[in-house]
C-alpha cells in the first residue's frame, strides 16, 4: 500500500537593492534582489517548507535558523538538497511540487520553465513533476506595491509501506 503525504509551504522576501534576484533555482535580472540570511529564494524556501511539512519535521527556521552563521549567504539550492535527503530518509519520493510565486514585478514569465526545471534537478526529479507559475496581486498591498515577493507550495509525498 502507498503511503500519501501532503505539506504546504509559503515564504516571502522584501526586494532591497544590492542583491541579484535569485528565485525558483536561478537568477532573473532585475534591479532588485530578495533580502535573507540566505539569497533568499522564496521559492525554494517555500518548497523545503512543503517537504519538511509533509514528513512532519516542522520548517526551514527549525532545520536551518537564521541565528545560524552557518547559513549566511548560503545558496536556497543547499536548503533543498539537504530537506530532500531528509524526505528520502523518511522513506518518501516526490509525487509532484506546485509553486505559485507572487510578484507585482518583474514579469516571471519567461522565466518559469528555467525555474521548473532547476527546481527539478535539484530534487532529483522529471520536469514534469514540477509546477511554477506566476500571479500578480493587481497593485494590492505590499507585493502590489512591488516591495516584496511571496511563494505558496504544495508537495505531494509517496512512501512504500
Known sequence: MTRLRVGHGFDVHRLVAGRPL?????EVPHGRGLEGHSDGDCAIHAVCDALLGAIG???????????????RGVASRVF???????MR?????LGNVDVTLIAQ??????????????????LGVDAGAVS????STDHL????????????ATALLLGDE
Open 57 to 71: 519535521e516542522g520548517d526551514m527556521g527549525r532545520h536551518f535558523p537564521s541565528r545560524n552563521q552557518r547559513w
Open 89 to 93: 530518509e523518511a522513506g518518501y519520493h
Open 141 to 152: 498591498g505590499a507585493l502590489g506595491r512591488a516591495e516584496g515577493i511571496a511563494a505558496l
Open 22 to 26: 535569485k528565485l525558483g533555482g536561478i
Open 105 to 122: 514585478e518583474p514579469v516571471l514569465a519567461p522565466h518559469l520553465e528555467p525555474m521548473r526545471e532547476a527546481i527539478a534537478e535539484i
Open 132 to 135: 511554477v507559475k506566476a500571479k
Open 80 to 86: 533543498l538538497e539537504e530537506t530532500t535527503r531528509l
